[in-house]
């Protein structure tokens, strides 16, 4: 039994933790099993009828496979405009070339961000035959004054992805924002996303603080999580929702678990969507494609 005056600084931070009060589960959603560039099977996690609920995210896709015909062509070069795209490998090894002339190795636990801007031309091919290719990409919208940005890339090796383990034995890869005080490899203004990798052992235990505002998911790849007295199993993405009363989540590993938690900031503007172009109005669309026909995406007219 603790008294008052028993209560040291190491109580005090667990009694923080404790008074998280923690988002409930939404729904679950499950995905839709579906194929992409030159033919990679893929499930689309977060689809076009969610980027209005999930603002500032526009997609998520996970891929999966160790069969090479499931991945081994790729993604030839295509054009994006308007958003950023966010590549992590969990394993495997692609290569990315585009047109701002950038060119990286994304390999096993690194990490490729992409701001497509006004436009780029881009290939993400595989460079292995065989074994297990395991990944996502996520789609993070530009709110509509950096839509026509210039382009940016990054690549964020496996190495120099912050990364932490918890009391409670919890690993996390921290790609975007910052979590338990650790900042994360990239940081972005106004839609501030936050995204972790997690790995939480069975029986383990994982709270994030979120800001009341923003929109947040988890999706998990291993495992099962509880969130509250709801199970989200795996290969399904669990949308937290948005109870203004709400500071954080807390997860808690039904097993051995891996799991994504994003989380960000929503920018309230218009979505129009035209496959890889994502803008605010049906006119900006028609701009991009009669850009891309002319050559002034990823070509070199300027
Ligand atoms: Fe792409």
Redesign the pocket.
Known sequence: MNHPVDATPAHSLGQIAESLRPRTLERLVLGQETSDGAGVRLRRVLTQDLQQRLDPFLMLDAFGSDDPDDYIAG?PD?P?RGFE?ITYMIQGRMLHRDSAGHEGLLQSGGMQWMTAGRGVV?S?IPQQQSGLMEGFQLWLNLPAERKLCAPWYRDVQAQDIPRLRTGDGVELAVLAGSSHGVQGAVQRELTEPLYLDLRLPAGSRFSQPLPAGHNAFVYVYRGALRIGDAEVPAQRMGILGNDPQADGVVLHALADSRALLVAGRPLRQPIVQYG?FVMNTAQQIHDALRDFREGRIGGYAG
């Open positions: 993604f295509h994006h795209t881009h993400e890889p």
